[in-house]
């Protein structure tokens, strides 16, 4: 078992930048494959990052790259999501997932939310105009 917490969301203005986290506990995140995905009211969880275990490669959604940047630190169990230049339509939920099963991902990081096996609860992001 794998528990993800989030932390790290907030309110602020179009513009700013946030520092999201995601710290594991249960077991290391050493050798998995982590992805941050967020949630719009009313509409489907999308991707958003992933980031291979090594930390060497990474992922990114069409409309956040060149904005975020997804790390890592396995010596502290956690995964980060730097949020800079925010918009409006980057408010949502965003939960951090944990790739358990799956080589690939822990390799090349995955965009599929089907390939990811734990979940966090989430860190509210709200971005005002």
């Known amino acids: 078992q794998v528990q993800l917490v989030e932390s790290g969301g907030g309110l602020v203005q179009a513009g700013d930048s946030l520092r999201l986290s995601c710290v594991a506990s249960?077991?290391?995140?050493?050798?998995?494959?982590m992805g941050w995905f967020r949630q719009a009211p009313g509409k489907e969880r999308d991707f958003v990052a992933a980031?291979?275990?090594?930390?060497?490669?990474?992922k990114y959604a069409d409309s956040v790259k060149g904005r975020f940047t997804i790390s890592r630190d396995n010596a502290k169990n956690a995964v980060y999501l730097q949020m800079n230049s925010l918009k409006p339509e980057d408010t949502a939920v965003y939960y951090c997932?944990?790739?358990?099963?799956?080589?690939?991902?822990?390799?090349?990081?995955?965009?599929?939310?089907?390939?990811?096996?734990?979940w966090g609860q989430g860190t509210q992001v709200t971005v005002s105009s």
């Open positions: 997932a944990a790739a358990t099963s799956r080589t690939t991902c822990s390799f090349f990081g995955c965009a599929g939310k089907h390939e990811y096996d734990y």
């Open positions: 249960g077991r290391t995140l050493s050798g998995m494959g």
């Open positions: 980031i291979s275990w090594s930390g060497g490669r990474t």
